[in-house]
């Protein structure tokens, strides 16, 4: 099993940047690969972006390329969601999760979850 802690979530404003963190432990955290999702109240969970083993192969969501950086750190266990020219519509639980093949932007097909960590970006 594998159990994952986000953190890094806050209120900012349009234009401004956050950094999530995610603490992963329980098993080797370069055996899995890595994503982060977000749900905004009355919406459907959604891809953000997700990156592999070895942090050589990453994927983006069209609403965020450009603007989030996802990378990991295998010797801390933790992956990171550098987000910039943050924008109202961003506003959303930011869930971090893990899945044991290639990264992939369905979120059914990965396995471990995290609690998720509140965004709110005001105009």
């Known amino acids: 099993q594998v159990q994952l802690v986000e953190s890094g979530g806050g209120l900012v404003q349009a234009g401004d940047s956050l950094r999530l963190s995610c603490a992963a432990s329980g098993r080797p955290f370069r055996n899995y690969c890595m994503g982060w999702f977000r749900q905004a109240p009355g919406k459907e969970r959604e891809f953000v972006a997700a990156?592999?083993?070895?942090?050589?192969?990453?994927l983006y969501a069209d609403s965020v390329r450009g603007r989030f950086t996802i990378s990991r750190d295998n010797a801390k266990n933790t992956v990171y969601l550098q987000m910039n020219s943050l924008k109202p519509e961003d506003t959303a639980v930011y869930y971090c999760?893990?899945?044991?093949?290639?990264?992939?932007?369905?979120?059914?097909?990965?396995?471990?979850w995290g609690q998720g960590t509140q965004v709110t970006v005001s105009s």
């Open positions: 999760a893990a899945r044991t093949s290639g990264p992939v932007t369905t979120s059914s097909l990965y396995n471990y």
């Open positions: 990156i592999s083993w070895s942090g050589g192969s990453t």
